[in-house]
């Protein structure tokens, strides 16, 4: 089985930066297709960006495309987010999440990091 443990959140402010990590334990990760959700209060948990581990391919999600960054160290098993010019909106629960390769939904869930921006 899989963990997954989120770090790097904070309260910040805005046009501030932030560096979300996920550390993957547990058994080996390189077929995985690793993601970033989110969930603002009173808000569905939504789709941030995701990552594949054996070529790095990388998917975002509209409204962080060009200020987010997604990225992974195999040696460290880790991915991460970064996040530049912070607003307001991005206020949420960050949560990291694994999808094995023979699922096609993410299975794998951590308990997430909370992230505050604020005006």
């Known amino acids: 089985q899989v963990q997954l443990v989120e770090s790097g959140g904070g309260l910040v402010q805005a046009g501030d930066s932030l560096r979300l990590s996920c550390a993957a334990s547990g058994r080996a990760v390189s077929s995985f297709v690793m993601g970033w959700f989110r969930q603002a209060p009173g808000k569905e948990r939504e789709f941030v960006a995701q990552?594949?581990?054996?070529?790095?391919?990388?998917y975002y999600a509209d409204s962080v495309k060009g200020r987010f960054t997604i990225s992974r160290d195999n040696a460290k098993n880790t991915v991460y987010l970064q996040m530049n010019s912070l607003k307001p909106e991005d206020t949420a629960v960050y949560y990291c999440?694994?999808?094995?390769?023979?699922?096609?939904?993410?299975?794998?869930w951590g308990k997430g990091t909370q992230v505050t921006v604020s005006s």
């Open positions: 999440a694994a999808r094995p390769p023979y699922s096609s939904s993410y299975d794998l």
């Open positions: 990552i594949t581990w054996s070529h790095g391919s990388t």
